[in-house]
């Protein structure tokens, strides 16, 4: 059974903090990813890590404030959100992956999410 189950999502106020945690269970994966969606947008790319090629990717639009990490003993990923902003609103999602990740495509399983609110 393979399985991706995010937490550490919540309520937190603008230039706040927050880390997320993708526990990947069932199978190994070369890429493990983060995607967010927002009411009424599209789903769009975060950030990733990859085993394979030992490297993280971070999108533009949050480069600088979140960062991906892994620990591989506990087979978890995680997404270290700093100084968020209102528009960090969105659920975030934990991707699982047999290639490179930098959008949805070649995702192969998703976790149901985890809501992460900022306040202004």
């Known amino acids: 059974q393979v399985q991706l189950e995010e937490s550490g999502g919540g309520l937190v106020q603008a230039g706040g903090s927050l880390r997320l945690s993708c526990a990947a269970s069932?199978?190994?994966?070369?890429?493990v990813g983060w995607f967010r969606q927002a009411p009424g947008k599209e789903r769009e790319f975060v950030g990733a890590?990859?085993?394979?090629?030992?490297?993280?990717y971070i999108a533009d639009s949050v480069k600088g404030r979140f960062t991906v990490s892994r620990d591989n003993a506990k087979n978890t990923v995680y997404l270290q959100m700093n100084t968020l902003k209102p528009e960090d609103t969105a659920v975030y999602y934990c991707a699982g992956s047999r290639s490179v990740l930098r959008s949805s495509d070649g995702v192969e399983y998703w976790g149901k999410g985890t809501l992460v609110t900022v306040s202004s």
């Open positions: 069932g199978r190994t994966f070369v890429s």
């Open positions: 890590i990859s085993w394979g090629f030992f490297g993280t």
